[in-house]
């Protein structure tokens, strides 16, 4: 096959294939009821702000990126009151989207992370997971990707024994990621106490965690809430990574706004760390683009500008936590075979429907609602004008097909 030219790769099928529907599949970004996307209205004022300071200017940032966007971006992972920001043992680089910082932090722990050569370190992604981490570490050089058990199927929930049985097994100094909030696909998160016990095996263990966090704040409405399970690693004595996406809580898709924020021993062993991250930056992208950087910085530093924008993703968190519950009611309403309390009980923008594969090929082919194979929809793509029609469907759906 040609290298490149109209033969070289296959192209994909479009979303919803030949007739206007529903697609409960989207691009992982929030819509309003009106199917529309939003742009946060503190976003807005502050770009004006931006445009009229005329003491900006386009000259390039330092190549760990602005720093007043990756102290502030850091806080909001940790908490103000980090032991580890008291002690100065955090660092951060600022990336292109959550994306960007994973490939700074694995590429970072292929080279560094225990001895100078990790391609043989085992990396376990949750099964199932995003499907981008696997091919991030696996580009970064990692030659041995596993996956953990995390999703219960029977049960719609999260299996527990299956992870930590997992984790025990796993060799020492294994990597694992770990979705700090709203667990993308499933929309299952670990309760506090799980958290717990995940901690203790992988401290036991030797494992390093590398978490990814790209919906905090719009998981639950609360900051807090959503780094907990972070913050609680942290105050356990963790070294750790955590990529940070400021896409979803901002909605700067395409600024691509990330953070890694790094969590060391002491600050000495940071900054080590940050300047051999320095140098993966230069060859990677040399130096990361101002703008979003500068929008998050604004906001994340003035208290009115911090509360207008906590409203701001409060309004997107309650949009999509009252659609969960709205199409749960009109499920167990219409007496739909099955539990579905599994739909509140998730959080986020993913809800795993627990439809099988020909449930769902009904929906598209009969009812042109479009939605992943594995019955993962997004909850953006639900409306008030279309949530009758999409739970009726599901009913459908579970009814006639087994």
């Known amino acids: ?24 599949s989207l691009v992982a970004a929030y819509r309003t009821d009106e199917g529309q996307p939003w742009v946060l209205p503190v976003v807005k004022k502050v770009e004006q702000m931006i445009a009229n300071d005329n003491s900006l200017n386009h000259e390039y940032l330092p190549i760990l990126g602005l720093p007043e966007f990756r102290a502030n971006a850091s806080r909001i992972a940790l908490g103000d009151d980090s032991p580890a920001i008291k002690e100065n043992r955090i660092g ?24 100078n050569n990790n391609t043989a370190t085992p990396v376990y992604v949750s099964a199932p997971s995003w499907e981008n981490h696997n091919s991030v570490f696996m580009d970064a050089g990692f030659k041995d990707i596993r996956t953990y058990h995390y999703w219960d199927a029977a049960k719609r929930g999260l299996d527990l024994q299956g ?29 506090p106490d799980q958290w717990k016990q995940i901690a203790a095996v992988m401290k036991r263990r030797f494992l390093f965690p590398f978490f990814d966090s790209a919906y905090q704040g719009f998981a639950s409405g609360s900051l807090d809430k959503d780094a907990w399970a972070v913050r609680y690693f942290v105050s356990e004595g963790f070294e750790l990574f955590c990529a940070q996406s400021f896409s979803k809580n901002f909605g700067l898709y395409n600024e691509r706004v990330g953070n890694l924020t790094v969590v060391g021993k002491d600050a000495d062993n940071v900054q ?6 320095e140098k993966i930056v230069r ?51 219409l007496g739909t075979p099955g539990t579905w309390n599994h739909i509140t009980e998730q959080i986020g923008m993913f809800s795993f429907t627990g439809l099988n594969p020909k449930q769902v090929e009904y929906m598209i082919k009969e009812k042109h609602i479009y939605l992943m194979a594995s019955g993962r929809i997004n909850m953006c793509g639900l409306t008030t004008k279309n949530l009758d029609y999409v739970a009726k469907s599901i009913h459908e759906a579970v009814t006639k097909i087994q």
């Not at 096959?1 to 409960?24: D, H, I, K, M, N």
């Not at 080590?272 to 991250?277: A, N, P, T």
Request: charged share 15%; with cysteine; proline share 9%.
């Open 283 to 333: 060859t990677t992208w040399s130096n990361p683009p101002s703008q979003g950087a500068r929008i998050v910085a604004t906001t994340l530093s003035s208290p009115q500008l911090f509360a207008e924008w906590y409203d701001n993703v409060k309004t997107m968190a309650d949009r999509v936590l009252l659609m969960r519950s709205e199409l749960r009611s009109r499920l167990e309403s």
């Open 92 to 115: 951060s680089v600022q990336s292109l989207g959550g994306t960007g910082a994973l490939r700074i932090g694995a590429e970072f722990l292929r080279r560094w992370y225990n001895g």
């Open 1 to 24: 096959a040609p290298l490149w030219g109209p033969s070289a790769a296959p192209r994909a099928p479009p979303v919803c294939p030949g007739v206007e529907g529903t697609a409960l």
């Open 272 to 277: 080590r760390v940050l300047s051999q991250m």
């Open 163 to 191: 992870l930590l049985g997992d984790m025990e097994k796993a060799p020492e100094f294994s990597i694992f990621i770990l979705h700090a909030c709203a667990h993308n696909p499933t929309g299952t998160d670990p309760t």
